[in-house]
């Protein structure tokens, strides 16, 4: 609840990794009929419609206000694109999983709601890679999902503890280094 009092705020998301750029995806498409008889100030649809990303909300982690009447709605708009019949018909066809009902739930009830600085970053460890003429560069290598605070110091991480999750149930990594935004902490 620290980031969300800290900023006065109703509702406090975290963004996901920005894997993929694909004008008028099925998202995109999506969005826009949902959003075409809304009055909605400036939210994540801009940047979902207009940057094209596929992804934008990482739902590991959400911080919610629930006594801010708004931001309750949100939260309530946010279960019913989550129930089975509406997942299973709809949400879960256009979306991977709940990722990006929350905020476009936020939205289209005007909700206030903030996204963290920070694109998801990850954690894991140094490893040196060689590329296709010999050159040598170390990168942080791993799976997990990671988040910065206010003071980009790692907050949290969204995953598992193993190495390759779906590959090997044994294989553990602990991780000693975090980027985000392409900086290596």
């Known amino acids: 609840m620290d980031h969300a009092k800290a900023q006065g705020l109703h509702t406090f998301l975290f963004q996901d990794r920005r894997l993929e750029q694909i004008q008028n995806s099925t998202h995109q498409q999506f969005i826009r009929e949902q959003v075409q008889r809304a009055d909605i100030p400036e939210t ?4 979902m419609l207009g940057e094209a ?4 909300e990482d739902s590991g982690a959400v911080l919610v206000n629930k006594k801010d009447l708004k931001a309750l709605v949100g ?3 946010t279960c019913w694109q989550n129930s089975a019949a509406i997942r299973d018909e709809v949400t ?3 979306f991977y999983g709940d990722k990006e009902t929350f905020w476009l739930s936020m939205a289209l009830t005007s909700a206030p ?5 920070h694109h998801g970053g990850i954690v894991g ?3 040196d890679r060689t590329d296709g003429n010999g050159n040598s560069k170390t990168y ?12 980009d110091e790692l907050s949290w991480y969204n995953g598992s503890p193993l190495q390759h999750k779906s590959r090997d149930q044994n294989a553990f990594l602990v991780p000693t280094h975090h980027m985000a935004d392409g900086h290596c902490g």
Do not use: P, R
């Not at 990303?53 to 934008?56: G, P, T, V």
């Open 113 to 117: 709601c903030t996204f963290e600085k």
């Open 44 to 47: 994540c649809c801009e940047t």
């Open 53 to 56: 990303w596929i992804d934008l």
């Open 75 to 77: 939260l309530l708009h």
């Open 92 to 94: 879960y066809k256009v």
């Open 140 to 151: 942080v290598c791993g799976n997990t999902m990671a988040h910065l605070d206010s003071k």
């Open 125 to 127: 460890i140094m490893q």
